[in-house]
């Protein structure tokens, strides 16, 4: 019979697979195809969903291991803990940025150009800057989020 930690963390390994599958899929697949800034958007979403769910699996193997002495309540206290306890992480502290910027993306204007061509972009207007994502920066995020993934399976493997 699974202890009830042993549940939480295999649906957690579960629920990172389904989310990484499925931004997989976006990147490669629609992105490729259609070149739109719709699926940039949800595809921006999908990395901000799995890095979450990836910090409560970090967070949970943690206090299950007593490097973390709580699970922290809200989502504002998990990122501090994550800064505090992995402050040593270089991977760790490159995608909390980028989780901070993915999870205001749908709060700031968004200015799309080039649709179903090559040169797709979507220029994100904050108040002190204006951010251009196209399929270069995209490779980047998907190369810090990649080597993120393979940190999370490092600290949450028995």
Not at 18 to 25: L, P, R, V
Not at 43 to 60: G, H, Q, T, V, Y
Not at 61 to 73: R, Y
Not at 76 to 85: A, G, P, Q, T
Request: charged share 30%; hydrophobic share 40%; with cysteine.
């Amino acid at each position: 019979m699974f202890s009830h930690s042993a549940l939480v963390e295999q649906i957690m390994d579960e629920q990172i697979i389904k989310e990484k599958t499925s931004a997989d899929h976006l990147m490669y697949v629609s992105l490729k195809y259609t070149k739109t800034c719709d699926v940039m958007l949800n595809l921006l979403a999908r990395w901000k969903s799995l890095i979450e769910i990836s910090f409560d699996s970090i967070l949970e193997k943690g206090c299950e291991n007593g490097s973390v002495p709580h699970m922290p309540a809200t989502p504002k206290e998990r990122i501090e803990f994550i800064k505090k306890y992995f402050n040593k992480d270089e991977v760790i502290q490159r995608v909390v940025p980028l989780y901070i910027f993915f999870k205001r993306i749908p709060g700031l204007k968004h200015v799309k150009t080039g649709e179903f061509r090559k040169n797709v972009n979507l220029k994100i207007v904050e108040a002190h800057r204006e951010t251009s994502i196209n399929m270069e920066k995209l490779s980047e995020y998907y190369n810090i989020v990649e080597g993120f993934m393979s940190k999370v399976k490092d600290l949450t493997s028995d």
